[in-house]
């Protein structure tokens, strides 16, 4: 059976890293076994759903190039992918079912409800569905619905026993059966609970592998239970290991950003936060930790993926950023910079900045902040950073004003102003440094800055000199 697999995730909120986590195993496993990857959108619970979330998680999944053969936005052969266009075929599975005796129409109040939520947590009992309309003579209900009560429709779960599957990286898996509540399937107004279209889509979309996060893993027993009334085929259970923040808590947007749209307008390179998400579960051999998709796929399988909680390490997803980062050729991380800050710059400057910032910017958004003296007119000049901690105000201004002179006729290029400014240095008694610096501050307005020389031939002859002036005015 050729391997078909999907993401299903729910457009709420932001589009979720976790999301992009569970497609890459999903992708890489169709990849892997020249399979088809879907996206389906599980839109049932209509108050938490919206378009935007929606439009979201298409781009996001673009832009880290996590892309699918099928999915609502490109359509495909067991179309509709979006479940608030399928729903018409989900009633008619609920009812198929009451019919068949493995489920039951259920007419109790939010009322009823509530009293006996409130009995069984003031008996320490768990909360769950006390079987009450399971178990009324038959007839009974139907005459309430008749008479105009509203009605769920609910599974018949059994009562005892265990439900023992096989779960790709946990090995067996078991669940009392008493554990598990009577699940709503469907609900008056025709519309299904999670359960029933989930399990419905999976199987009428041709899912051979449910890879998911593991936090879905104890509603795994309601939907091996429906495979079985249904009398399908039911796929291969694969639940991933959740990311977590550092104290190893399911990861939350309190603690570590969750939103795939963070990474992006960070400037998090796509390709390094696929790769990060990657390593988070899965391991190469040979401890390799820089990998293309491509590569990923030639090793990757469910059996695979590793079963501890991965820490969503910011500091490691930098190291990978910066790995990265530095691999872009110049065009390519101007182009990547455009919508950074860069694009609307002079263009022959951006090139020349490149070299000297590529190995410091730790994402695309530093840009800005790291080169915004190369395009403005004049800069700042705080006096403390000015004046070393060894010297005085006056010291460092005849060294700023001896450094003028010289870059005034000094020929323009990086090697002729380090060798005149160390001249400099000489003659003041002064370490090379000592001089660098408020030069530096002087030019730029920062204290750490790319190479001075360097970046003084980007900035120019002219505004350097009077950068100098007006530094030396603060200090005059
Ligand atoms: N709609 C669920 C979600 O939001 C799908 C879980 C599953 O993959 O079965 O993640």
């Known amino acids: 059976m050729p391997v078909r697999v999907r993401i299903a995730p729910s457009p709420t909120g932001d589009p979720h890293v976790g999301t992009a986590y ?7 496993w169709a990849k892997r076994n020249g399979g088809k990857f879907l996206l389906r959108i599980e839109d049932t619970d ?58 039951y129409y259920c007419t109790c109040t939010a009322d009823r409800m509530e009293a006996v939520r409130k009995a069984q947590s003031a008996a320490k009992l768990a909360p769950r569905y006390d079987g009450h309309c399971r178990n009324m003579p038959p007839g009974e209900v139907k005459k309430q619905i008749d008479a105009g009560a509203p009605w769920v429709i609910r ?20 669940f009392g059966w008493d554990q598990i509540d009577d699940q709503i399937l469907l609900k008056s107004d025709g519309w299904p609970t999670y359960h ?10 041709g899912i051979t592998h449910v890879i998911r996060a593991e936090e879905w893993i104890s509603s795994t027993p309601k939907h091996i239970k429906l495979y079985e009334v249904f009398g399908w085929e039911p796929p ?19 603690k570590n950003p969750t939103s795939l749209n963070w990474y992006r307008d960070q400037g998090y390179l796509p390709e390094a936060l696929v790769n990060f998400l990657g390593l988070m579960g899965f391991s190469m051999p040979a401890g390799l930790e820089v990998y293309s998709p491509a ?5 990757f399988s469910i059996e695979k993926i590793n079963a501890g909680g991965p820490v969503f390490d910011m500091q490691k997803l930098d190291w990978m950023n910066g790995q990265y980062m530095r ?14 800050g860069a694009a609307g710059k002079d263009a022959a400057t951006v090139k020349r900045i490149i070299p000297l910032i590529q190995d410091r910017l730790r994402v695309l958004s530093d840009f800005a902040e790291l080169t915004s003296f190369f395009f403005a007119e004049t800069v700042e000049h705080d006096p403390a950073l000015l004046v070393g901690k060894k010297s005085n105000p006056a010291d460092t201004l005849a060294m700023l004003l001896s450094a003028r002179d010289v870059l005034q006729t000094c020929e323009w290029t990086a090697a002729s102003m380090e060798a005149k400014l160390r001249d400099v240095a000489t003659a003041k008694g002064v370490k090379p440094g000592d001089l660098f610096m408020p030069v530096r501050v002087a030019v730029t307005g920062k204290a750490a800055t790319p190479p001075l020389t360097e970046t003084m031939e980007v900035i120019g002859r002219e505004k350097c000199l009077a950068r100098l002036e007006a530094a030396g005015k603060k200090l005059a």
């Open 196 to 205: 029933l279209a989930n399990v419905v889509d999976d199987h009428l979309m």
């Open 295 to 299: 590569e990923m796929e030639k090793e």
């Open 327 to 340: 691999k872009l050729s110049a065009e390519e991380l101007a182009t990547r910079l455009g919508p950074f």
């Open 155 to 174: 599974l018949k779960m059994p009562t005892e026993g265990e439900c023992r599957f096989k779960d790709v990286v946990r090995g067996e898996v078991v």
């Open 22 to 28: 569970v497609a890459l195993f999903n992708r890489t």
């Open 236 to 254: 291969v259970w694969c639940h991933v290991p959740l990311l977590r923040n550092k104290d190893k808590s399911k990861i939350s947007k309190r």
């Open 46 to 103: 209509r108050a938490r759903s919206n378009p935007e979330s929606e439009r979201m998680i298409f781009d996001s999944l673009k832009w880290l190039g996590l892309t699918y053969d099928e999915g609502p936005d490109i359509g495909g052969p067991v179309g509709p992918y979006r479940q608030s266009e399928r729903v018409a075929i989900y009633p008619k599975h609920a009812k198929d079912l009451v019919e068949k005796g493995a489920a």
